[in-house]
């Protein structure tokens, strides 16, 4: 009965993705969805990976690529990470997770995006008006990862976002589930944890953002060639609802070394987007174990291979996990993407293991 629940809830999440609300249609869905910051991608160790990285998340990260993750997290965590990303927009990512035995993982995040000051304009000085206005987007998460066997890991994210620019606002409400399933396939020691891995996700599925605000006030003459007191009618622009970034992803990742200390494992994640075509990302990841002081990685990726017109390409990074006295750990990652004609952006992540 149990594996019976188990793989219709597998069945379910990938039913739910190929659903028709999800089909992104060429070429009229670009452009078509709002708080896009939630499809940027926050983690060092994912961005390195050409954000490959749904059934690798096992750390406190999990919560945005994958809240099944948070399952295998063995210590409380707590993390930051800094995204300066293209043309003067600034990211980041904090979280802290708490694992509660025979419960599960409890994680409580937020994502900002700060698009910094511009000047005001209008139709009659162009030039500006001496006023400065700015732009800021965030999202609040409440995330839970527990495995309900060996095998297998579910979890779950509820989230409140809100988009602000000057006096106008959105909000809305979404939530991502995400699965993980580990087999033995491709174990070259036999062992499930070295096996392959399976991951799902849906991100983003909620309710739609409809901007309103002083800003959209325009006194109106609604009779402009009559007489009489119709010049200054209060008017106002209703604006239409527009959906989040959805996205339904799908990986595996699978590790070809396994031997003494080191640890090789590459990944392949297939994108199913609301506003975009579809896309396959990959990655790399080796790992070093260095006993009595912790954990070294190095990872490479590429992100958006099949996709047209993509500025994305190779990624690269590496990180650190150190290991000190009374179980408290220190981590650090970084990463660098190149987005094209758009520039390079970096990724830097710490975090502490306590």
């Keep these: 009965m149990k594996a019976f629940t188990i793989w219709s809830i597998v069945i379910g999440l990938i039913l739910l993705g190929s659903s028709p609300f999800c089909y992104a249609q060429k070429p ?3 452009g078509t969805t709002t708080a896009d910051f939630l499809a940027i991608g926050f983690g060092s160790a994912g961005a390195a990976m050409g954000d490959a990285y749904v059934s690798m998340a096992t750390d406190l990260s999990s919560a945005y690529w994958n809240p099944a993750g948070l399952s295998y997290m063995e210590q409380n965590e707590a993390l930051f990470i800094y995204q300066p990303w293209i043309a003067d927009i600034t990211t980041s990512f904090t979280a802290v997770g708490v694992v509660l035995q025979n419960l599960g993982t409890f994680s409580l995040s937020l994502v900002q995006a700060n698009f910094g000051e511009m000047e005001v304009t209008n139709l009659t000085m162009q030039e500006g008006t001496g006023e400065l206005f700015s732009a800021n987007d965030f999202a609040v998460g409440l995330s839970f990862g527990r495995r309900l066997a060996n095998w297998f890991a579910f979890g779950a994210s509820a989230k409140y976002i809100s988009s602000r620019i ?3 606002s959105a909000n809305a409400f979404a939530v991502d589930l995400g699965v993980i399933v580990n087999t033995r396939f491709f ?5 499930n944890e070295d096996g392959m ?16 605000g002083m800003d959209l006030l325009n006194p109106i003459d609604i009779a402009p060639y009559e007489q009489g007191n119709y010049r200054d009618v209060p008017g106002k622009f209703s604006l239409q ?3 989040l970034p959805l996205i339904f992803r799908i990986g595996v990742s699978v590790n070809p070394l396994v031997m003494g200390q080191h640890r090789l494992t590459l990944a392949a994640d297939a994108l199913h987007p609301n506003n975009n075509m579809e896309s396959v990302n990959i990655g790399a990841q080796y790992k070093i174990n260095l006993p009595t002081a912790g954990d070294f990685y190095l990872r490479v990726g590429y992100k958006a291979l099949f996709l047209e017109d993509s500025e994305y390409g190779f990624s690269f990074g590496g990180g650190v996990v150190l290991r000190m006295m009374h179980n408290v750990g220190l981590k650090i990652d970084y990463a660098y993407r190149g987005v094209g004609i758009l520039g390079k952006t970096h990724s830097y992540s710490i975090g502490v293991l306590f």
């Design 28 to 30: 009229y869905r670009v």
């Design 166 to 168: 000057w006096h106008t």
């Design 187 to 191: 174990s070259p020691t036999g062992k």
């Design 197 to 212: 891995n399976i991951g799902m996700s849906i991100s983003n599925y909620g309710t739609k953002m409809k901007y309103d």
């Design 241 to 243: 609802g527009w959906e």
